[in-house]
């Protein structure tokens, strides 16, 4: 069964290092979507991406983050300059966009980022 | 967006069948039912979905009340592995949306 897929499970970094953050989504989707979980806490949308753009951002998506599809497999998540609360499980996710009537999202295992 | 309400926790015991509630009452007449569910440690995992009529697939059953404001995912016979946080998401029908999680349902399985 396709599934989601992303590197490197663990991540620990130093306050203010850039951190990237790679995903390969199910091969025929087309949306790509970043969520995070702060320990304890509930997932949060971070940001949509579609035919190379970004689709939708929440406010937590600041200039400090960008997202890229570098080639037609991979999908990366770029903290620029991290900070002690950026520490969060990362989880990307892809769908269809909801060609089958409504969209669903197929999460992978997650990123855990530790700034230290 | 249309919001669902479900119970904190519930506990079942192992192979025993499991229903858990979600409450919709402002849902509208295009909105779908999803599932997710969150095992420790890991990424949400898509469960189920339905519109309507009541939906089967390997992982579950979802029932969907007459009038739409309310449903049940229904786990069959509880395992040791089910025990995860179940989240229900209304979504509208066409087009990518972003998923908003709430606080979900904890469901403990008993040995």
């Known amino acids: 069964e396709p599934e989601v897929t992303q590197t490197p499970s663990h991540q620990v970094t130093q306050m203010g290092q850039e951190v990237i953050l790679r995903c390969v989504p199910i091969s025929n989707h087309l949306y790509f979507y970043w969520y995070r979980q702060i320990l304890g806490q509930k997932v949060e949308f971070l940001v949509s991406?579609?035919?190379?753009?970004?689709?939708?951002k929440s406010e937590i998506f600041d200039d400090q983050f960008s997202v890229e599809r570098p080639d037609g497999s991979n999908f990366t998540l770029k903290i620029r300059s991290t900070k002690l609360e950026d520490s969060a499980m990362y989880f990307c996710a892809s769908s269809d966009g909801g060609a089958t009537g409504t969209d669903t999202q197929y999460f992978g295992p997650g990123t855990r980022l530790t700034v230290l | 967006d249309a919001k669902t309400t479900q119970p904190n926790s519930m506990e079942s015991n192992e192979e025993e069948p499991v229903h858990l509630p979600c409450n919709h009452s402002?849902?509208?007449?295009?909105?779908?039912i999803h599932w997710y569910r969150q095992l420790p440690s890991q990424g949400p995992e898509y469960v189920i979905h339905?519109?309507?009529s009541n939906v089967n697939n390997r992982m579950a059953s979802l029932a969907i009340a007459e009038d739409r404001k309310s449903s049940t995912l229904i786990l069959h016979r509880a395992t040791l592995r089910d025990a995860a946080v179940y989240y229900c998401?209304?979504?509208?029908?066409?087009?990518?949306?972003?998923?908003?999680f709430g606080t979900g349902t904890k469901l403990q399985v008993i040995p």
């Open positions: 402002t849902i509208s007449g295009t909105d779908y």
């Open positions: 998401i209304l979504t509208y029908s066409g087009g990518y949306q972003k998923v908003t």
């Open positions: 339905g519109l309507t």
């Open positions: 991406f579609y035919n190379n753009e970004i689709s939708e």
